[in-house]
């Protein structure tokens, strides 16, 4: 490459899609929307740019993996490495007065975070509940959102849960603060040892709760073994175990984790996974006030996430409608435009060639079903067209040009 020539190729991470790959993400993002509507959540459209700070305090994901630069004005921003900042920023700017009210906000946006993964920008799928009083409310309808999405594309998904409100409850009756006994179940998963005292009866507890509850295969099961070891966590376990009674009423497969080794400082009360055999596939769960701190007013908030990137390269790419093949031979441009739109209020996707050289050659480039409009001197004296039918189920029909 010369100095003069511009490099036009995709950076690390960012794709573009054209034709059936598009397609497939555009009708994954479609179906996620539609079916979020039916549950009951509003339409989000959210700004792919955002001041640096809120991404920067939220959560362990987003810190020093965002696309930084600065504005004109010398303001730090981001491309937004997270939706719920975004989705936070959207619910404080639509209930100016009454931020007490709960909202329910569902988004198709792209974020940008540097990782080793393909995707370095990717289409992601959200559902949040904001501000719900009722935290089984919330919890139940997104359990029951993820699930109906996942099996449109996975039917035999599933989904475990850890009640990091466990966690919390633990750490309250040890007199540790919850970031702590976080930070010290993540460094026992990298292999770090707890102080002596009450980081180490955390741990203890936690390990102890981890073996009763590996006897005992049923989630009910499990929460009657907790409440064994531990009494004083009934009123977390009577929670759960509402959220196990409605899963099974709803037909809803949800099991329980009893390892929360890998707790991330913004998780709070219920958090899942939803699996297709042992691979990952989405995810939500509740999230802690360390991370609502960024959003004044918001007490309370819920989210489940999916990629549509991760899901179109997991499936098979969709045929794209095959449309008329409009071919002006000798008619007038005027005639020929207004046969494509007359075509178009039938209902048909047009391809209009303005100019074939040989109609033969032409023709023979079209794929093999699809229909085909001559619209030539013939026609425009005729005030008509007539389309061909293909093999790709469009009638053979007669459409009038009005002049």
């Not at 919850?178 to 507890?205: A, I, N, W």
Request: charged fraction near 25%; glycine fraction near 8%; charge should be positive.
């Amino acid at each position: 490459m010369t100095s003069d020539e511009l490099d036009l190729q995709s950076l690390r991470g960012f794709h573009d899609h054209v034709g059936p790959r598009a397609l497939a993400r555009q009708r994954i993002a479609e179906s996620f929307l539609d079916l979020t509507r039916m549950h009951g959540f509003e339409l989000a459209h959210l700004s792919p740019v955002g001041r640096a700070e809120p991404f920067l305090r939220f959560g362990s994901a987003a810190r020093e993996r965002c696309f930084a630069f600065r504005d004109r004005k010398g303001r730090q921003l981001v491309l937004a490495p997270d939706t719920i900042p975004s989705i936070l920023r959207a619910y404080l700017a639509t209930r100016q007065g009454s931020l007490r009210r709960p909202l329910s906000l569902a988004t198709a946006a792209q974020v940008f975070r540097y990782r080793r993964k393909k995707y370095r920008c990717w289409t992601q799928l959200v559902a949040t509940v904001v501000n719900e009083t009722t935290p089984l409310a919330a919890e139940v309808t997104l359990l029951a959102l993820a699930y109906d999405f996942a099996t449109r594309y996975w039917p035999a998904s599933r989904i475990v849960a850890c009640d990091y409100g466990v966690v919390d409850a633990i750490c309250r009756q040890l007199s540790l603060p919850s970031h702590d006994g976080r930070d010290t179940l993540y460094r026992l998963r990298k292999g770090g040892t707890p102080e002596p005292g009450r980081q180490t009866d955390l741990v203890d507890l936690v390990q102890a709760i981890e073996h009763a509850t590996d006897q005992a295969a049923q989630a009910a099961d499990q929460v009657g073994e907790v409440r064994r070891i531990a009494p004083w966590l009934a009123p977390r376990l009577d929670y759960l175990q509402s959220i196990l009674d409605v899963a099974a009423a709803t037909g809803l497969p949800l099991s329980l984790s009893w390892r929360p080794q890998a707790a991330l400082d913004y998780h709070a009360d219920l958090a899942w996974r939803i699996l297709d055999g042992r691979r990952l596939v989405g995810d939500g769960g509740g999230y802690g006030a360390d991370a609502l701190g960024i959003a004044p007013g918001v007490t309370h908030c819920w989210s489940l996430a999916f990629s549509a990137d991760a899901i179109a390269d997991g499936q098979e790419s969709p045929q794209e409608e095959v449309p008329v093949h409009a071919v002006r031979l000798d008619c007038s441009a005027g005639f020929f435009a207004r046969a494509c739109a007359v075509l178009r209020r039938h209902g048909l996707s047009v391809r209009p060639i303005w100019q074939a050289r040989k109609l033969r050659n032409t023709v023979a480039g079209f794929p093999p079903d699809a229909p085909i409009c001559i619209v030539g001197l013939e026609e425009e004296a005729r005030g008509a067209v007539h389309v061909r039918e293909g093999s790709s189920g469009i009638p053979d029909q007669k459409y009038a040009v009005p002049s």
